[in-house]
């Protein structure tokens, strides 16, 4: 197994081995989290191609739930045997190296990393899961081991470009924007119909894997029509009330707290991230007025088809939103009262992103277009609102110069990465 994980050629993603290379040779367990297929079993096998050089082959202990060589390994009893048989032929002179994928597939697995890191002094575990969940709640409570998680997310602008052994340009992030951001889209054939059935099974394995089977669901029919509601409406301002009320207009009866559950359900397995609304008065969050994001454009645009011309502003809002995300940004809606003084009356107002790190604060306004003098009022309207120093962003798609108004920077969506 090992030996041919040597032989692939793999497109090395730097942003995230540099984040793990940061934490090797530490007793640190590398938890390495995100959906299915968006390429954390490829990073294992970035490290490992590069661990290789410094220890024998022989003292890496590797399992990946995904094949079905590896079946037979049910629970952490399972995995100990193997392990057991491991031991017989390493080299006990350099430490081992343990990489075990979708770890959430083997039933009490804590247990084993639990005993590893009581066991053996000289040893280095990597783990892969789909799962948001499971280092919450009670079982993050039962663990005795020190982890750092490492969030993996589909491949951003630069990373399909290299992919796609093209230079960035306006042609080519629309095309990303169209294709999506699994790395597996480039296993297959280049075109919209074998894109479009990848997309699809890994959107039907998540769904069976990771939400039906792991939450043993069963209402399956609902399940599917809240999911292509949202991915219908995603970007869109909603509750689970309003989704409630529209359910019920297709003869479906759900109660909130149900529809609540499920959203945690798509959310826990990597399919949508909730941003959630605050009054930036009382820093209260709202119970409405939130917003769901998708993890992968393409695998959204799967079961919802995209027009490219009519979603291209929800597009890129949520280009923006993943960027940010990535670059470990805490991520927020705000909702405005401002005195309009054309129509002398109090209007309600958002600014798209509120973007926090480090004590340090972004806001992002997003458009297709600012060459339009309307729109271009509307945008800067939020931001002259505010009257702090924190640095002002309207990101748009034209192809104009760098603009600034009253300290409000004008940024083209291709420029984005240089300001996070």
Same mark, same amino acid.
């Given at each position: 197994?090992?030996q041919d ?22 007793k ?21 191609q590069?661990?290789?050089k ?6 890496f ?6 094949d079905?060589?590896?079946?037979d ?9 193997e ?8 080299d ?6 343990v ?19 009581t066991?053996?002094k000289?040893i ?7 799962n948001?969940?499971?280092l919450?709640?009670?079982?993050a ?9 490492i ?7 630069e990373?399909? *470009? ?10 080519? &992030? @629309?095309? +990303? %924007?169209?294709?999506?951001?699994? =790395?597996?889209?480039f296993e ?7 894109i479009y059935?990848y ?7 998540i769904?069976?894997k ?15 029509s809240l ?14 009330k309003t989704i ?7 003869k479906i009866?759900?109660?909130t707290? *149900?529809i609540?559950?499920y ?5 826990n397995? &990597? @399919?949508? +991230? %909730?941003?959630?609304?605050?009054? =930036? ?6 119970e ?6 998708t993890w992968?454009?393409?695998l ?8 490219l011309?009519?979603d291209?502003?929800?597009l ?24 309009d003084?054309e129509?002398?009356?109090y209007?309600?107002?958002?600014i ?17 277009s600012? %060459?339009?003098?309307n729109t271009?009022?509307?945008e ?6 505010l ?5 002002k ?12 108004i ?15």
């Open positions: 197994m090992i994980i040597l032989k692939e050629k793999i497109i090395q993603r730097k942003f995230y081995l540099q984040q793990i290379e940061n934490f090797l040779g530490t640190l367990v590398k938890v390495l989290v995100g959906q299915r297929r968006v390429g954390k079993s490829y990073i294992l096998k970035q490290v490992i590069k661990l290789v410094q220890i024998p082959i022989n003292n202990f590797y399992i990946n739930k995904e079905l060589a590896w079946d390994i049910k629970d952490y009893k399972d995995l100990q045997n392990f057991n048989k491991f031991l017989n032929q390493i006990k002179n350099n430490k081992i190296f990489w075990i994928d979708e770890i959430q597939e083997i039933k009490d697995w804590e247990k084993f990393i639990t005993h590893l890191q066991k053996h000289n280095e575990i990597f783990i892969t899961w789909s948001s969940e499971l919450s709640g009670d079982l409570s039962r663990l005795t081991w020190r982890y750092v998680e969030e993996i997310f589909p491949l951003n602008l990373e399909f *470009s290299i992919f796609k052994k093209e230079n960035i340009s306006k042609q080519l &992030f @629309l095309e +990303h %924007l169209k294709y999506g951001w699994l =790395p597996g889209i297959v054939k280049y075109n919209d119909k074998a059935d997309l699809k099974w890994v959107y039907n394995t769904v069976l990771d939400i039906v089977k792991y939450y043993n669901v069963k209402n399956i029919e609902f399940m599917d999911y292509k509601f949202i991915f219908s409406n995603i970007w869109n301002i909603f509750s689970a409630s009320d529209y359910l019920k207009s297709q009866k759900i109660s707290d *149900s609540l559950t959203l945690q359900y798509a959310i397995a &990597f @399919l949508i +991230h %909730l941003v959630k609304s605050q009054d =930036p008065k009382t820093k209260k969050y709202f409405i007025y939130n917003k769901y994001y992968d454009l393409w959204r645009n799967s079961i919802v088809w995209v027009n011309a009519l291209i502003w929800w890129l809002e949520n280009y923006v939103f993943l960027n940010l995300k990535r670059k470990w940004y805490n991520v927020k809606i705000w909702r405005l009262k401002i005195y003084k129509s002398k009356k209007k309600n107002i958002e798209d992103f509120i973007a926090e790190k480090n004590w340090k604060v972004k806001y992002i306004q997003i458009t297709t600012v %060459l339009d003098e271009k009022r509307r800067l309207k939020p931001l002259q609102s009257k702090d120093n924190w640095e962003y309207i990101v748009h798609f034209d192809d104009i110069d760098y603009w600034e009253e300290g409000i920077k004008f940024i083209n969506i291709l420029d984005f990465h240089k300001i996070l």
